[in-house]
């Protein structure tokens, strides 16, 4: 399966899927990678859709916030239901992710981020 | 009454395993956050195994539940005594920029209690998660 991206102006939008998860981790890190290596570098995660996330799952997310901000970019997340939001405070990444309510939040800081 | 679900590790399986068990707890009287954290925490340790028991390859993990008194007792085991063993006490904080290391944090903090024993050849997980009056 592979990742859905849309472009909104400097910031690419990219929807995860309703699991993210081991089965597919390998895959979604080196999707991600060739996206930054491309000059994606300002990445939302949009995970309104995503209903449930292992620990393999959030290494990916790591990963993507690591290539981008090594390639000067940034990575943010969105739309995270009360589960994933509960995990994602839980393994302390909200120390490491800006974290918006909607899509359109996110967007909006990342490209003030990307125009700076 | 025990029941008993014996997996096939292929990528689908985990997730159909996942669902099953998220089911049986919230049938059992778990609320729907204390069920999503122990789907979390049996994902978790199948996971393990998936890596340190059968390096990726194939396999077979059985799961067990069943409740005893107000709690939801869980078993996952697989047929390699060497797996990694895991001390549940140790302090599991993780660094926010790495990206391993966050499994047995999740399990040792969403279920009331987890030991991994070697038993008859078989490593066993043992998760116990108490059901909310």
């Keep these: 399966m592979h990742l859905q991206r849309f472009e909104n102006g400097t910031v690419d939008v990219i929807r995860l899927p309703q699991r993210l998860t081991m089965a597919d981790a ?7 990678r060739d996206l930054v290596d491309e000059g994606h570098t300002h990445l939302v995660m949009e995970m309104g859709d995503v209903q449930f996330v292992d620990s393999s799952g ?34 302390r990444l ?13 967007v909006l800081f990342l490209d003030s981020r990307a125009a700076a | 009454m025990k029941q008993l679900l014996l997996i096939n590790l292929k990528p689908d399986n985990i997730p159909r395993a996942a669902d099953w068990i998220e089911s049986i707890c919230r049938s059992e009287g778990l609320p729907e956050m204390d069920s999503y954290q122990v789907k979390t ?19 077979t993990i059985n799961i067990g539940l069943w409740k005893e ?8 085991s697989n047929d390699n005594e ?18 391993r290391g966050r499994g047995w944090l999740i399990i040792k903090s969403w279920v009331d209690d987890a030991v991994m024993k070697r038993r008859g050849g078989r490593t066993v997980v043992r998760l116990t998660k108490r059901i909310p009056i």
Excluded: W
Excluded at chain 1, 26 to 32: G, L, V
Excluded at chain 1, 70 to 86: M, R
Excluded at chain 1, 94 to 106: K, N, P, R
Excluded at chain 2, 82 to 99: I, L, M, R, Y
């Design chain 1, 94 to 106: 909200h120390h490491l992710f800006e974290i918006f309510a909607d899509e359109q939040s996110a």
């Design chain 2, 69 to 76: 008194g107000r709690q939801m007792m869980i078993e996952i």
């Design chain 1, 26 to 32: 390998a895959t979604y890190r080196h999707e991600i």
């Design chain 1, 58 to 91: 959030l290494s990916v997310l790591v990963s993507a916030i690591k290539a981008a901000r090594s390639a000067g970019g940034e990575v943010v997340l969105s739309g995270l239901t009360p589960q994933v939001q509960a995990l994602v405070e839980l393994t």
């Design chain 2, 41 to 59: 925490c049996v994902v978790e340790a199948i996971n393990n195994a998936v890596e340190h028991a059968y390096g990726f390859g194939k396999g």
């Design chain 2, 82 to 99: 060497n797996s990694q063993s895991v001390d549940f006490a140790q302090d599991a904080e993780p660094v926010p920029e790495s990206e």
